[in-house]
C-alpha cells in the first residue's frame, strides 16, 4: 500500500487518488455512461441525454449550480452527438426521487408514485 511522502505531499496526494479512482477510459466503439460533465471534449455517434425533468435538470437545490450553470452543462451534452440526440425525460418516478428535490414534483396516493413535470430547459429549446 502506498503511503503519502511528507516531502512532496501533493504528487503522492496524487498518486494515492490515482490508485483508488478506477480508470474509466472513453471507448467509442462501446457504450459509455457518464455524467455530462464527464462528457466534456467528447464526441459519440449516439448521445442519450436521461432526467430531462424539473427537480433533476435543472435543480434548484443544487447550492453553487446557477440555472445558468446547469442550462450551460446540459449545453455541452446536446453538442456531444454526432449524429443522433435522444433526450429523455420520464415523469413518473417512484422511491428514487428521494434524491433530487421533491418540491417539484406531486406524489400521487392512488399510484403509489410521483409525477413530475418536462425539464423547463427543453421547453425553451423547442
Request: aromatic residues 8%; charged residues 30%.
Amino acid at each position: 500500500m502506498r503511503r503519502l511522502d511528507e516531502t512532496d505531499l501533493a504528487g503522492s496526494a496524487g498518486r494515492l487518488l490515482a490508485d483508488l479512482t478506477p480508470a474509466n477510459e472513453f471507448d467509442p466503439a462501446s457504450v459509455n455512461i457518464m455524467s455530462i460533465h464527464k462528457s466534456k471534449g467528447l464526441q459519440a455517434d449516439v448521445v442519450f441525454i436521461m432526467g430531462l425533468v424539473d427537480g433533476v435538470l435543472p435543480n434548484d437545490s443544487r447550492g453553487t449550480d446557477t440555472i445558468e450553470a446547469q442550462r450551460r452543462l446540459l449545453f455541452v451534452g446536446l453538442t456531444r452527438a454526432r449524429t443522433s440526440l435522444r433526450l429523455v425525460s420520464w415523469v413518473k418516478w417512484g422511491d428514487e426521487v428521494h434524491k433530487v428535490d421533491k418540491s417539484k414534483f406531486e406524489y400521487r396516493y392512488v399510484q403509489r408514485c410521483y409525477f413530475g413535470r418536462t425539464s423547463r430547459f427543453v421547453t425553451e429549446m423547442t
